[in-house]
């Protein structure tokens, strides 16, 4: 049996608002190690097939961390590829009735958090949203009843709102007919996300109340609206979806108790706020969204080369990884303003390293910064500036001397590919 943790992620200082701090919780998972039941959700990221020039690639998860970015995810995570059904169940309470018709509720996030996953999965992710039930499902007890506080895995409170969304949808919804399921909470509830960020994910929780015959175990709750009041919230939101959703696929955070400071914006794992950004190659691989053929493993001694072409399109080499043991290594790619990264103002070469024996939240990858103390090349509202210009221009080297590792971008094709230059021991 494992305890409910509480959790405290971290902070999040929306730019556009001084002062104003939210609090972000994360998800938790109670890392199963057994399988939920059956026909539900069997983790079955593509990653998880062998290849000997990979292995030394694939750093594997690490005992003792709750979710970890090593390869394979462990089952018990909703699956990563190919048709995904999420049920939306909007819900209020009557000290916090919905004001609006809960389908403007449910319009905040659909269609685009499906079309960001289309897009970052290049169509290997199908998400299919559904909501059966079109009102809001009111709850019997006042919100404040619940003691809905941050990042609570499926404490009493949260037991018994689960418990009471079951209740009151199970009439309309068969829950085993799904992967995973988000519950949107109307917006009245709780404080403002500008003051503390109560959206979490329980993933990966075989723990978790059952209904039809299955736990809950993949659940997002999203509150209030993610509006730093600059008035793009329609267009970016949603976001705070796909990066909870992120946890039903088992990644782990990547802002810590610092903030974004550890990987910026460059995946909606670490910022959701502001404008659209991307996920890392390595998480596009660990999901399956790459195949083993787009990752170049530099794991020989001595000096490789790597083509990479830029990771929002399709097709080609998208990753090289640097291997330095079994729980670490750098990975390389290519960053551009395309697809679903928007504000990206320093296109090139991104590196940085992940560490499977590192905890969601405690900074499990760390972007290399080429240009440190710059002040970053961005403006724009809740985008982490001091590593906006983080990626490395050719005749721009990275260098690793406790590990001997040099990582050197050479040059820029005109179909914007990038050859870099590994030297490692
Ligand atoms: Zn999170």
Known sequence: MQQPRRRIRGHRRPIALAGATALVIAAVA??????????????????TSQDAALAPCRISATMGVQMSEGLPTPPGYARSTGEIKALNL???????????????RYAEFF???????RASSYGRLVYRPEAPVEDWLRMPMPFTEYGIERGSPFEPGYRQLVKDIVAAADPQVDFSAYDLVNVLVSPNAGPSALDTVLSVTFSGNDEAPTADGVPLANTSFVYSRQDDGSGSYAETGYRVLPHENGHVFGLPDLYTMEGGGSVGHWDIMSEDWGANNDFLAWHKWKLGW?????????????????????????????LAFVPLSAQSGYAVEVRTAAGNDE?????????????????TGQGPVAVADATEDSGGCTRRPNVHAELSDAPFRPGQTFTDRANGVRISVLDEDDDGN??????RP
């Open 343 to 359: 504000a990206v103002c320093r296109p090139g070469v991104l590196i940085y390293k992940v560490s499977s024996d590192v905890d």
């Open 90 to 104: 909007m819900i209020d309470f009557p000290d916090a009735e919905g004001t609006e018709p809960a389908t403007d």
């Open 418 to 423: 990038y050859r870099v230059r590994v030297t």
């Open 30 to 47: 109670s890392a199963s190690t057994t399988l939920p039941g059956a026909g539900r959700a069997s983790a079955g990221p593509a990653a």
């Open 111 to 117: 269609p685009q958090t499906s079309e960001w996953f």
């Open 290 to 318: 790459l195949d083993n053929e787009q990752i170049s493993c530099a794991s020989r001694s001595g000096v490789s080369e790597h083509t990479l072409g830029p990771l929002a399109t399709e097709g080609g080499t998208k």
